[in-house]
C-alpha cells in the first residue's frame, strides 16, 4: 500500500475529495434537513469507499473529513419556498349585520335566492404553515410568509406531535400523490403559561401570548428547541392536491382525520345563516375554556364548485370570511403594584388595577411577572395602561401609554424585607425573580397549603383560600402534615365554617389520605416538578423512597429531566426540613401504592447511539425497533449514553465512548438485545 503523498495517484485525489463534498451534502441531508437523498446503504458504500481509500493512503487523512465526523450543525439560515398556490388571507366581518351582507353578495353572485352551505370553525389563533406531502411523505414544511414566499421550517414543522411524517393510507381513500397541506401551528394555553413561567425565572424576555411564542418556536434554527415545545397543529385546507375526489371541504375535513391530521376542532356545517350566528355565539362563550386561543370564526362556503365559481378578490377569497371576536384589551390605571409571594418564596410584582371589564370580566389585576418585565415595559404606579386578557390567560399589561403620564408617577423597587414575614429578600445569581429566605413565612405557606390541597394533587373538597388564611394566621397550622390533625371542634371555630362543613372537611382530610403516588409528589410542590414530570418520577423509580434517595446523576435518567430538574430534585429532598414533613405526612395516614417502575418497553430508560453502518438492518430501522422497546436514540455520546452500537467502520463516536468508560455494543449484541 501507498504510504506517503507523492505516491497518491491523482485520480484517487481527485476521487476522495468528490467524496467528502458529497458525504457532506448528504450528512446535511440527513442530520439537518432529515430528507436523505439516497438510502443509508447507498450512503453507507460510500462511507465505505473513504474509509478504504484514507487507510490505503495515510497522506490523505483529513480531521476535517466526514469519516472524522458524524452528523451537522444547525442550519445557518431558513431557506425560501415559492408556494405552488398563493396563501391567501381572509376578509373580515365584525358584526351580525355584515355578516348578512356577506351572504347576499354571494347570493347575488352565484344569482340565486337560494341558501348556500356553509362550514362554520374557529379562527385559530396561531401561526399559518404549508405542509407538503408527496406520495404521503413529509417533504417540506413552510410559513406562509407573505403569501407567495415562505421559509422552509421543515425540521421544527417535523418537531411537533401532530404532524405526520407520513400520511395514513386507507383503502376507501387513497393518498394523493402531491398534497399541499394548510393550517395553523399553535401553543397551547397551558404550555404558553409554563412556557412563561420559566423564561420569568431564568430572566428570559417574556411572550406576549401564545401566538408569539408559537412564531418564535418555528424560527429557531436549532430544531432541538422547537422540539421542546409542545406546539400543535390544526389544518382548514389544502393548496394544490393531486387527483381530488373532493367535492366540499366538509368532506376534505373528512379525509384529513383520515390521513391522520387533526381538522380544526368543533366545525360545523351550517345550511342557514342563522346557525352561522349561532356557533359564532356558542364559540364566542366557549373561547375561554378552550384550550387554545381563537380570535374569531372562519365562514366558509362548503361546496367546492361554488368556491371555484366564486373566485378571489385581490388576496382573498369570495367565499370566505373571518367574523372577528372583539379584541380583549381596555386601557386603565396602574393605581399601585405590590408584591406577592408565591410557594417558593418568589416576590411577584402584581399591578392594582382601576375596575374595567374586559370581554365580560371585571379585571383590577395584572401580573407583572419581574423586575426586569417592568423595567422593559418602564410600567410606573399612576401610568396609564393597555391590559389584555387572552384567552384564560392572567390579565397582562401589553404597554403603557407614556403620552398620559402628568409626571407624578413613581418607580416601583422591589422591597429589600419580605412584605409577609420580614426576612430578607435576594435575587439569586443568573435568575429574575426575588426570593423571600425566610423559613418560616406565612405567605409562602399559605401558597403551599393551597397548592398542596388543590384538585388534581391532595384534592381536599372544600379547604379553599379564606380557611388556609384563618389557619396559618392562627398558628394551628405550621406545615402540611398538620392539616391532617385538625379536629373538627377546632375547625368550627373558624370563621366562614359552621359545623356540619367542619365536619365535612375533616372527612375530606381523611378521604385525600389514599392518593397515588404522582399527585403525592406533584402536591409537594418541588420546584419545576409538575404533574407530568412526577408522573415521570415515579413511573422510573417506584418507590418514594428510591426518589428521595436518588442522586442527580440518577434523577438525570430519567425522560424528560434535564439538570436543573435534577438539580431541584435533590435539593428539595436534600432538606431535612423537608423529609420530615413527608415522613409526619405518611405518619397521619397517607398512602399511595407503589408503582411498578418501567412499565412499557423493555429498554425504557436506556440511551443508545449508532454509528458505523450495520449490516442486517439500516441505521433508521435500528433507531426504530430500539425507540419501540422504550429506549432513547441520540445523535451524541455523554456521559448519560449507555450504550454505543458500533458498526462496521464506526467514526469517533467509538473512541469518545471508549474514553467515557459507556459499553460498547456490535452489531450482534444490538440483536440480542432487540430480540431478549
Ligand atoms: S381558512 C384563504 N380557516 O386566518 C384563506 N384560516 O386571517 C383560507 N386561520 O391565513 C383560510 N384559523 O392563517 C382558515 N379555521 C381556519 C383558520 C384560518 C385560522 C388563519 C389563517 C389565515 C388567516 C386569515
Partial sequence: MAADSTAVPPNIRQEVAQLRTELAVHNQRYYVLDEPLISDTQYDQLFRRLVDLE???????????????????????????????????????????????????????????????????????????????????????????????????TANLKTVRSIPLTLLSQPAQPRPRRLEVRGEVFLPKAAFRRLNDTRAQTGAPLFANPRNATAGSLKQLDSSITAGRPLDFFCYGVGQIEGSPFASYWELRQAFTGWGLKPVPLGRVCPTV????????????????????????????????????????????????????????????????????????????????????????TVTSASLHNMDEIKRKDIRIGDTVIVERAGDVIPYVVKTIPEKRTGEERAFHMPTQCPACGARVEREEGEAAYRCTGLACPAQLKESLKFFAARGFMDIDGLGEKIIDQLVDKNLVQDPSDLYHLTAEQLATLDRLGEKSAHNLVTALERSKTTTLPRFLAALGIRHVGEATARQLAAHFGGLERIMQAEEEALQDVPDIGPEVARSV???????????????????????????????????????????????????????????????????VSKKTDYVVAGIDPGAKRDKAEKLGVPILSEQELLEKLQS
Wanted: neutral net charge; aromatic residues 6%.
Fill in 55 to 153: 487507510t490505503a493512503y495515510p497522506a490523505l487523512r483529513d480531521p476535517a473529513s466526514p469519516t472524522q465526523k458524524v452528523g451537522a450543525p444547525p442550519l445557518a439560515a431558513f431557506t425560501q419556498v415559492r408556494h405552488t398556490v398563493p396563501m391567501l388571507s381572509l376578509a373580515n366581518v365584525v358584526s351580525r349585520e355584515e355578516m348578512q351582507e356577506f351572504h347576499q353578495r354571494l347570493q347575488r353572485a352565484l344569482d340565486t335566492t337560494d341558501g348556500i352551505e356553509y362550514v362554520a370553525e374557529p379562527k385559530i389563533d396561531g401561526v399559518a404553515v404549508e405542509l407538503v406531502y408527496e406520495n404521503g411523505i413529509l417533504t417540506v414544511g413552510s410559513t406562509r410568509g407573505d403569501g407567495v414566499t415562505g421559509e422552509d421550517v
Fill in 274 to 361: 342563522e346557525e352561522v350566528f349561532a356557533l359564532c355565539d356558542a364559540l364566542e362563550t366557549r373561547r375561554d375554556r378552550l384550550a387554545y386561543d381563537i380570535d374569531g370564526v372562519v365562514i366558509k362556503v362548503n361546496s367546492f364548485a361554488l368556491q371555484a365559481q366564486l373566485g378571489q378578490i385581490s388576496r382573498a377569497p369570495r367565499w370566505a370570511t373571518a367574523y372577528k371576536f372583539p379584541a380583549l384589551q381596555a386601557t386603565t390605571a396602574v393605581l399601585n403594584i405590590v408584591p406577592q409571594v408565591g410557594r417558593i418564596g418568589t416576590l411577584t410584582p402584581v399591578a392594582e388595577l382601576a375596575p374595567v371589564h374586559i370581554g365580560g370580566v
Fill in 570 to 636: 435533590a435539593a428539595f429532598f436534600g432538606q431535612e426540613r423537608n423529609r420530615a414533613v413527608i415522613r409526619k405526612l405518611l405518619d397521619a395516614g397517607v398512602h399511595f401504592p407503589q408503582i411498578e417502575a418501567r412499565p412499557a418497553g423493555r429498554l425504557r430508560g436506556q440511551t443508545f447511539v449508532l454509528t458505523g453502518s450495520l449490516a442486517s438492518l439500516t441505521r433508521p430501522e435500528a433507531k426504530q425497533r430500539l425507540e419501540a422497546l422504550g429506549a432513547k436514540v441520540t445523535a451524541s
